[in-house]
Each structure stands twice: as C-alpha cells, then as structure tokens.
C-alpha cells in the first residue's frame, strides 16, 4: 500500500509542481489539463488550461495535486507535507528554498527530537515540515 499526499490548488497547480520539482530533486511524471482530457466539454473555459492531475516523483515520494474548481477548494485544512531528509545541509536547502515567499511558522532549528526541523506555509499556501531526525 502507499499513502501519497493530494494537494488542491487556486489554479497554480502548474508553477507550484514545477517549483516543488526543482526544490526536491525530483521528476514530474505527468501534468494533465482539462484541455484534451474527456472532461474538456464539462470545463468552464477559464478553467481549460488549469490542470486536472500531476504527479511528481522524488526518491521513493510521490505527490499528486490538481487545481481545484473555486467553488470546491478546500482551503487550509490543518495538514502539512512532512519531509524527512538524511543530512543538516539538505533539511536546510529545502526548508530556505520552500521559504521564499512563504510564511514561517517554525523556524529551522534544533529540537529535542530532531536536529533540524523547521515548518511553513509556502507561497502555494501548502503546509510544510522539515525534519532531519536525531540518530539514537
């Protein structure tokens, strides 16, 4: 079985999956329109060139998302995108990349459960953790 997170946009699905695939180190696999898809005579014309599916890879994680029709966007919903890295300087290139334009709700630091560990709001409005765990 695996579990992946689905993230719903405003209609930035695109830049926020081109963003994460640069930020993660990984390969979006598929990012699919309305436009051309057998739900394109259903789409509002706004909303043709929005995208209805993506999926990226990075390591053995995958992330999915799509944009969402406004009438149905969730909004924040008190989840968060948690990342778990092996090394203080990727916990800390991942958690600066994500914080452009983003609001930090706890900076990077020290914990007593974790070496690096750091969470934000990125400019997507996706919640993010950061975690690079201490070795016992």
């Known amino acids: 079985m695996d579990i992946n997170p689905y993230l719903m946009f405003k209609g930035d699905c695109e830049a926020a999956f081109k963003f994460y695939e640069k930020v993660l180190g990984g390969k979006i696999e ?32 995958v992330l999915m998302g799509s944009d969402s029709p406004p009438e149905r966007y969730p ?4 989840f968060f995108v948690s990342i778990r890295v092996d090394s203080v300087k990727e916990a800390e290139r991942i958690f600066a990349a994500l914080s452009e334009g983003a609001i930090v709700l706890m900076p990077m630091g020290e ?8 969470m934000l709001r990125d400019r997507f409005g996706v919640n993010w953790m950061v975690n690079l765990e201490k070795t016992q």
């Open 111 to 118: 914990t007593f459960w974790a070496e690096r560990f750091g």
């Open 75 to 78: 909004g924040e919903n008190g």
């Open 30 to 61: 598929m990012m699919l329109r309305h436009r051309g898809s057998p739900v394109e005579e259903h789409t509002p014309p706004e909303r043709l060139d929005q995208i209805l599916h993506a999926r990226l890879v990075a390591g053995s994680a």
